[in-house]
């Protein structure tokens, strides 16, 4: 069974950065989607930010782009969250994911629910 764990959340002051990591047990997997998903109270779970296998393809929700930078280091089975110039919206639980490197075409429809592995979620707090 895949584990996905999370790391490297907190609490930051509007305009700072904060990095994401996300360990996958298995790994060397020979493609593979991964993601950041949020979900903030009171709202729906949505996509952030996915790679698929040796960063061949990237998505970014428009909310994020030009602020945030996902990267996947294979060697290390890790995929990375860099989050720069945060916002108080940014504040939600944030969840790695994983699934066939199919799901990363289709993430704007699925909006990640056909996902099939999901991390425990570490918890982001932006303060303004």
């Known amino acids: 069974q895949v584990r996905l764990v999370e790391s490297g959340g907190g609490s930051a002051q509007s305009g700072g950065a904060l990095t994401l990591s996300c360990v996958e047990s298995?790994?060397?997997?020979?493609?593979?989607?991964m993601g950041w998903f949020r979900q903030a109270p009171g709202k729906e779970r949505e996509p952030v930010a996915t790679?698929?296998?040796?960063?061949?393809?990237?998505y970014y929700a428009d909310s994020v782009k030009g602020r945030f930078s996902i990267s996947q280091d294979t060697a290390k089975n890790t995929v990375s969250l860099r989050m720069t110039n945060l916002r108080p919206e940014d504040t939600a639980m944030y969840y790695c994911?994983?699934?066939?490197?199919?799901?990363?075409?289709?993430?704007?429809?699925?909006?990640?629910?056909?996902?099939?592995?999901w991390g425990q979620g570490t918890q982001v707090t932006v303060s303004s």
């Open positions: 994911a994983a699934d066939p490197e199919d799901s990363c075409m289709i993430v704007v429809v699925t909006g990640g629910r056909n996902f099939g592995d």
């Open positions: 790679i698929a296998t040796g960063g061949r393809h990237t």
């Open positions: 298995i790994g060397a997997r020979p493609s593979i989607c």
